[in-house]
């Protein structure tokens, strides 16, 4: 199987790196970097963390002790390529090191490489490019229409907080293998990601707070909150994350993808105007929406959040406006504390926030029958021009974080729900962003089944929803009837509840 290409950069991400020689490493396993006074890259110790660098130098352009390359700004070979290719604007302090991985297990390599970096006070980024992404050929428009989207970059995993963190880049790491796996592998329509601007993100944010997350670039390490911390790239990657989601919209709204999934972090729907919280920093649901607003001119979207968490963030954004209908499923009493029965929105948006607070054990059959009872009867009302999900996967039955007992083909099931009220009122128009999930494994299987199912790949039929429907504890029936009368003044569509 051909190389990848791993690139670590100082400080910056220079992309399309073509053509280069590989240089043999001294032999003390030491590259002094051109350029950084008293800045030496200790390889053996990279080594050690990453795990060496398996099966190099058994090929013939490859022999043995040639695995690496640095490459500084006055360089001759950096000159000899093109400056747009090489992003030699942005490389007056760049520095390149290069070396070759097999695609085995390549991400998580990519991720204690960085980590290690960051500890010896390095800034770095990194870049994983395989041969089939490279070679892939994007489709034709009227294929991608009857395609699900995919926002998908390597920037997601320079955001880094404190060591052993539960919202980690290797939660990123996994669902990128994921869908390079060969049932999963070209199936889906790639959406390109681009940074959000400062006035996208002043649609949900104050500008205060936008300076101030602004300032923490290039800074090692600060503190928004409690539990969200920055490193050198977090605001970068954070603008990048709603600009992601904001693409997410586009594709769904302009036919280019049937829906789409933003595969990004840091999640957003704690994060209010004015503050970060809960690992969040820029609301990317949130924005997605005024989004939407702004430049299709949309006057209904519903955002179903199920994470195992409230979304306060999304949920005081929207309060007194009923140009949305926030939809939440969440453990209570929780973080973050939000996301009572009576919490209904205000003025223009009363009844136009409906939460279900759930105490600790619900799975599979309880949440279809919430959807089902609640949810798709208002939004039969409500007639929703687009469907967006804040999907958090920390309702999976093993998430440490979590007491609620979701499996895989139960968020299978809740996502074709919410596809259904996309297909009869909003032409299919179903967007979903990445929230919560900590058991690495268990959110890849369940972020699987629902990308299998909004594929079409799998279908849970009307008999299915209704036989798991029909399995709920019927203990749940009591926070049903609550909600319902809760919003029943609001939404006369609850005949004899």
């Not at 999963?184 to 390109?192: F, I, S």
């Not at 990004?264 to 704690?270: A, Q, S, T, W």
Request: a negative charge; charged letters at 25%.
């Amino acid at each position: 199987m051909p190389d990848a290409l791993f690139f670590l950069l100082f400080p910056r991400v220079l992309s399309g790196l073509r053509g280069f020689r590989r240089l043999s490493v001294g032999q003390d396993g030491t590259f002094q970097i051109p350029g950084l006074v008293s800045k030496v890259v200790d390889l053996q110790r990279v080594l050690d963390v990453i795990g060496g660098l398996p099966e190099l130098g058994e090929t013939p352009a490859q022999g043995p002790g040639q695995i690496g390359k640095v490459l500084g700004p006055d360089d001759d070979e950096c000159h000899d390529q093109d400056d747009d290719e090489f992003g030699h604007a942005d490389a007056e302090h760049g520095f390149t090191f290069v070396f070759g991985l097999r695609p085995n297990n390549i991400y998580a390599n990519a991720i204690h490489c960085q980590r290690i970096l960051i500890v010896c006070n390095f800034a770095c980024s990194v870049v994983v490019l395989s041969p089939s992404e490279e070679a892939s050929e994007p489709l034709a428009k009227s294929e991608k229409s009857m395609k699900t989207g995919i926002v998908r970059d390597l920037r997601y995993l320079d955001h880094v907080m404190d060591p052993f963190h539960p919202e980690s880049p290797e939660r990123l790491v996994s669902l990128y293998d994921m869908l390079d796996e060969r049932d999963m592998r070209g199936q889906y329509v790639p959406v390109e990601t681009r940074l959000a601007s400062h006035d996208e993100i002043s649609m949900v944010h104050a500008r205060h707070y936008i300076d101030l997350v602004a300032a923490t670039a290039g800074k090692v390490h600060t503190y928004l909150d409690p539990d969200t911390s920055t490193c050198p790239d977090s605001y970068e990657t954070a603008l990048l994350a709603a600009g992601g989601m904001m693409n997410a919209v586009d594709a769904v709204m302009e036919g280019t993808a049937r829906n789409a999934f933003a595969l990004v972090r840091p999640p957003g729907h704690h994060a209010e105007a004015g503050r970060a919280a809960g690992f969040c920093i820029f609301n990317n649901v949130a924005i997605g929406a005024c989004h939407a607003m702004k430049k299709y001119g949309l006057r209904r979207i519903l955002i179903v959040d199920w994470d195992l968490h409230h979304g306060n963030g999304t949920q005081r954004t929207f309060y007194d406006d009923r140009r949305v209908l926030y939809f939440s499923t969440h453990q209570y009493p929780f973080y973050p504390g939000t996301g009572s029965l009576n919490e209904i929105g205000r003025g223009e948006g009363l009844g136009y926030t409906v939460n279900v607070p759930l105490r600790r054990g619900p799975g599979d059959g309880e949440f279809v029958r919430i959807f089902r009872k609640i949810l798709e009867p208002v939004a039969s009302a409500y007639e929703p021009e687009l469907v967006l999900l804040s999907a958090g996967f920390d309702i999976h039955f093993q998430d440490p974080l979590g007491g609620m007992n979701v499996r895989p083909s139960g968020f299978a099931a809740l996502a074709r729900v919410l596809m259904n009220i996309a297909d009869r009122h909003c032409r299919g128009r179903f967007a979903v962003t990445l929230e919560g999930g900590y058991h690495i494994d268990g959110m890849t299987q369940s972020v699987k089944a629902v990308l299998r199912e909004m594929k079409d790949e799998t279908v849970k039929p009307e008999a299915v929803l209704a036989e798991l429907e029909n399995k709920a504890d019927p203990s749940i029936d009591k926070i049903i009837h609550g909600v319902i009368q809760q919003i029943k003044p609001v939404w006369n569509v609850f005949h004899g509840s």
